[in-house]
């Protein structure tokens, strides 16, 4: 079946502008989770869905980020005002259940700040 | 929260040699444990995976072995080959929390 999908797979912006990152997941996965890779540097969670519903959202880097998820499927990360150390790849990752679960990952976006 | 520590941050092996990969984590309460490969430019992708009710778990070339007490977990990599070169990632997780990755692991397998 598929697997998780992610769109665009690059993304470049300017500094200042915002930009929406999006995540599909493989259908009837309960579990939606964002993380950052940086150039080199381990996966760094950002935030995790349950259902629509985000119950930890405390690996948000600051109030420039967000994200949504609606009808229990798509996903989409928001980052205002980009800024150039926001440069990274932005993975997402569905799980059939939240949490002591396998989580499948996409592809990524490749974000690059000018 | 959870915390874990992956070591070595990078690995260089012989074709056909072993490699371990270790880490640690800090909740007693983890109790799901996997393992994910990621090739450059790709996601990370799941090789093995353990439960705390089970010390030790193989297959093929790659096993995961699991210490409660000590709360550590290792990656085995047998018989190496170039195709295993990646970036290994250890994560830890327990139910109603988010997973915890470890820092990486490069290995370099040489022909």
């Known amino acids: 079946g598929a697997g998780v999908s992610q769109s665009p797979s690059n993304k470049v912006t300017e500094k200042g502008k915002d930009v929406e990152l999006r995540c599909d997941p493989i259908?009837?996965?309960?579990?939606l989770y964002w993380y950052r890779q940086s150039l080199g540097q381990g996966l760094e969670f950002l935030i995790y869905?349950?259902?629509?519903?985000?119950?930890?959202k405390s690996g948000l880097p600051s109030d420039r980020f967000s994200a949504e998820r609606t009808g229990g499927s798509v996903s989409t990360l928001t980052i205002q005002r980009t800024q150039q150390e926001d440069s990274a790849v932005y993975l997402c990752?569905?799980?059939?259940?939240?949490?002591?679960?396998?989580?499948?990952f996409g592809p990524g976006t490749r974000l690059t700040v000018l | 929260g959870e915390n874990v520590e992956q070591h070595p941050s990078t690995l260089s092996v012989q074709e056909g040699d072993s490699a371990v990969i270790k880490c640690t984590y800090s909740?007693?309460?983890?109790?799901?444990f996997p393992w994910y490969k990621q090739e450059l430019g790709k996601g990370p992708q799941l090789i093995i995976d353990?439960?705390?009710?089970?010390g030790e778990k193989k297959d093929q070339r790659i096993a995961v072995t699991l210490n409660k007490t000590a709360k550590h977990f290792s990656l085995h990599i047998t018989e190496t080959q170039p195709e295993d070169s990646a970036v290994y990632f250890c994560?830890?997780?327990?139910?109603?929390?988010?997973?915890?990755f470890g820092a990486g692991t490069r290995l370099t397998v040489k022909p």
């Open positions: 990752a569905s799980s059939l259940v939240v949490a002591a679960d396998t989580q499948y």
């Open positions: 259908s009837g996965h309960t579990a």
């Open positions: 869905f349950q259902g629509n519903s985000a119950p930890d």
């Open positions: 909740d007693s309460a983890s109790n799901y």
């Open positions: 353990i439960r705390s009710n089970v």
């Open positions: 994560a830890a997780s327990m139910i109603g929390d988010d997973m915890r």
